[in-house]
């Protein structure tokens, strides 16, 4: 399964509201990961089940599906949430990420 | 608190052979299945290896099929990954990581800072 995630980088200031997509090469249900990584570290779980919200992830990021398109939606960017972002699908194997998406300062 | 220590990185020749350790503590670890996932230099994440919480089953990504063999070891609270004719693109970190305790699903919840790989001559 291929997972096409868009944009590849995107610039944004703190309080803004940015949208990351990622769509899948066929039904995946709602087998979808969100995860971000920051430089040097190892990735954090954000979002699971294309909707979940994992314990511990402030309430500004949240996640959609449409079909084979899924979002994640960060409300009121904060200067913690410049990073880099990666969706993946879990929903069989071999798992496969998106190619990533470098959030930046503006 | 969950802990994952990857070690074993280092620089090895093309065609060499390295084994990965990934300590785990802080979890019942026998109860869990876990991953090896690798990022090449400046790259995206790259989905390795999956083993389930028992060594009932094991996944290999296209690229390593065959040539890398993941392994457990409950007793030690440990994951391996032994690789064996180590080519260049496999230069990467490698992470160790948790998946989610619901054994249906694939995502990993906890992950391990990682260990760099270097293939060079």
């Known amino acids: 399964i291929q997972m096409t995630q868009s944009p590849s980088s995107v610039s944004a200031s703190v309080g803004d509201r940015v949208t990351i997509t990622c769509r899948a090469s066929q039904a995946i249900s709602t087998s979808l990961a969100w995860y971000q990584q920051k430089p040097g570290k190892g990735p954090q779980l954000l979002i699971y089940?294309?909707?979940s919200l994992q314990s511990g992830v402030p309430s500004r990021f949240s996640g959609s599906v449409s079909g084979t398109e899924f979002t994640l939606t960060i409300s009121g960017l904060q200067p913690e949430d410049f990073a880099t972002y990666y969706c993946?699908?879990?929903?069989?194997?071999?798992?496969?990420f998106g190619q990533g998406t470098r959030l930046e300062i503006k | 608190e969950v802990q994952l220590v990857e070690s074993g990185g280092g620089l090895v020749k093309p065609g060499g052979s390295l084994r990965l350790s990934c300590a785990a503590s802080?979890?019942?670890?026998?109860?869990?299945?876990m991953q090896w996932v690798r990022q090449a230099p400046g790259q995206g994440l790259e989905w390795v290896s999956s083993?389930?919480?028992?060594?009932?089953?094991?996944f290999y990504g296209d690229s390593v099929k065959g040539r890398f063999t993941i392994s457990r070891d409950n007793a030690k609270n440990s994951l391996y990954l032994q690789m064996n004719s180590l080519r260049a693109e496999d230069t990467a970190v490698y992470y160790c990581a948790r998946e989610t305790a619901n054994n249906l699903l694939h995502y990993c919840d906890y992950w391990g800072q990682g260990t760099l790989v270097t293939v060079s001559s």
């Open positions: 083993i389930h919480s028992a060594s009932t089953y094991i």
């Open positions: 993946q699908q879990d929903y069989n194997f071999p798992l496969t």
């Open positions: 089940g294309a909707l």
């Open positions: 802080g979890f019942s670890f026998n109860s869990y299945s």
